[in-house]
Each structure stands twice: as structure tokens, then as C-alpha cells.
């Protein structure tokens, strides 16, 4: 625990100097622009990533639907308890926060950033990572834009010199273990929940698109003749 809470010319603080050292030559709007996309943008973006695997998913068959609705539900659950895992984790390691133990770096956070909890592990990097992770157990193709977003949100926190890498790397490990390892039990006892619930009447819909029943034109061999309707 030593080596966390220490701080010395190591790569942690080198890359978080290094990222960090950027604000100081980027325009205020850029810094602006990313302490937005860290602290909303990119939660909404992920948000936004699983309602749209969600609508893609209602479109599968019912069998491939259940799956995916099911792995939609444990990523929100996982990432909640990777959060749990986290609370204990941070008050053991009890880290400080960088901008505590190292001079001259850029705090764009805001003043509370200065006065949250402990650094190790990230927070956002760990719901980020494990809704990325979770959107790929349903969807690989919108799982790698969360996973990429997920990323993008852990750079931003260093950026903002909120946090060490360290913390990130940690968040996004805590945040996959979670959704990973608890997958097999989480899925087996969701996917039977969720298959009740798509052939509920009304509910089945959330799971699954119900199929629109298309009249079929009338032949023109059934349709009466013209003459016989002037007769």
C-alpha cells in the first residue's frame, strides 16, 4: 500500500504530469469541454449506447432477444456493484488524491473536486468500464464503442488531475472482473425472469418487438369483375 500512497519519479506520476500538462497549453475552452464530457457527457453517451443496444436487441429473435435483454440488465447491476466492491477498496488502499501529494498540476474538476474521498480506485472509470463491458455481452459491435467511451472517460480524469493512471487502470480492472466473473450467475438467473417476462401480454413488449401483422392485398383473380358489377 506503500507504493500508492507515496509519491516519487515513478510512471504513475510521470504519465499524470504528462496528461495532465496538456491544460496548461490547451485553450479554456478545451479544458471546459473536457471536464463536460467527463463529468456528463460521456455518462450520457453511455447511457444513451445501451438504450440503443436495447432497441436493437427487440428486434432479434425471441431466444437471441431474452440474451441480450438480459445482459442489459446485469451491466447497470454489475457496475452498481462494482461501486459496492469499490467503497471498501478505497478506504483500505486510502490513497490520496494526486493534486494532495503533487505540486503544480492542473485541477479542473472544479473546488470539489479538492474535497472528494480518495483516489484509488476511479469511480467513473469503474461504472464506465462496466457498462462498456456489459453492452458487449449483449452487443459486440456497440460493446467496443463503450468500451472506447469508457476509455475516453478514464483519460479524461487524468486530464483533469482528479486522478493517478493507476486509478484508472484499476477502475477499468474492477469494473470488467465484476461484470466478468459474475456474468455465468447473473445470466442464469436472469435470462428465465426475462423469458417470462417477453411473453407477458403487455410486458414482452420491453423485451421484445411485437410483428405487425400486414394485410395481404386481395388477389385481382378475387376482386369482382367490373362487368359484373355493372351488372
Known sequence: MAGLTTGG???DVSLLYGINGLARRAPDWFDHAVALAG???LPLAMVLLVLWCWRGARRQDEAT???????LVWAPLAAAVALLVNVPLREFVARPRPFLQHEGLEVLGGSGAQNAGFSFV????TLAMALGVGVFL????LGLVGIGLALAE???RIYLGVHYPTDVIGGFAL?????LLLAPLAMAALTPLVRTVARMPRAGSLVRARERVVA???ELAQRPAESDLAA
Not at 65 to 71: D, K, L, N
Open 175 to 179: 469494473g470488467t472482473a465484476v461484470v
Open 65 to 71: 432477444a431474452v440474451e441480450s435483454f438480459a445482459a
Open 122 to 125: 476511479s469511480d467513473h472509470a
Open 216 to 218: 395481404r392485398p386481395v
Open 138 to 141: 449483449a452487443n459486440r459491435r
Open 154 to 156: 478514464g483519460l479524461c
Open 39 to 41: 463529468g456528463y457527457g
Open 9 to 11: 519519479p515513478n510512471v
